[in-house]
């Protein structure tokens, strides 16, 4: 499985971004789909994430209403439209897939994903 994020980029705060993680190779259709962040000098951090068949959808509390995720299966695409964004939401955002079809509570844990995409920077200014 190959991953690419893109839509990273500098915006100001209370404006939006949509990313994008386009998927190819062997899909997994019901293996969940995540989205994580890495600010400088913090961990990575869990985002939200969903499956391919949208059963599930989960949020981190602090994007829970201003985040969503979604994904478009005849595009094998995965996005994270972000609205009201904070210069706190500032980091690279990696988008993620898993191999195995983990309950929800896994799904916040980046050890849950095995393939990884290479990163998108989001720049929120103040």
């Known amino acids: 499985v190959q991953l690419q994020a893109s839509g990273g980029g500098l915006v100001q705060a209370g404006g939006s971004l949509r990313l994008s993680c386009a998927a190819s190779g062997p899909t997994f259709s019901n293996n969940p789909m995540g989205w994580f962040r890495q600010a400088p000098g913090k961990e990575r951090e869990f985002v939200a994430a969903i499956r391919w068949s949208g059963g599930t959808i989960l949020y981190a509390d602090s994007m829970r209403g201003r985040f969503t995720i979604s994904r478009d299966r005849a595009k094998n695409t995965v996005y994270l439209q972000m609205n009201s964004l904070k210069p706190e939401d500032t980091a690279v955002y990696y988008c993620?897939?898993?191999?195995?079809?983990?309950?929800?509570?896994?799904?916040?844990?980046?050890?849950?994903?095995?393939?990884w995409g290479q990163g998108t920077l989001v720049t929120v200014s103040s």
């Open positions: 993620a897939c898993a191999t195995r079809n983990w309950a929800a509570g896994v799904l916040t844990s980046s050890s849950a994903y095995n393939y």
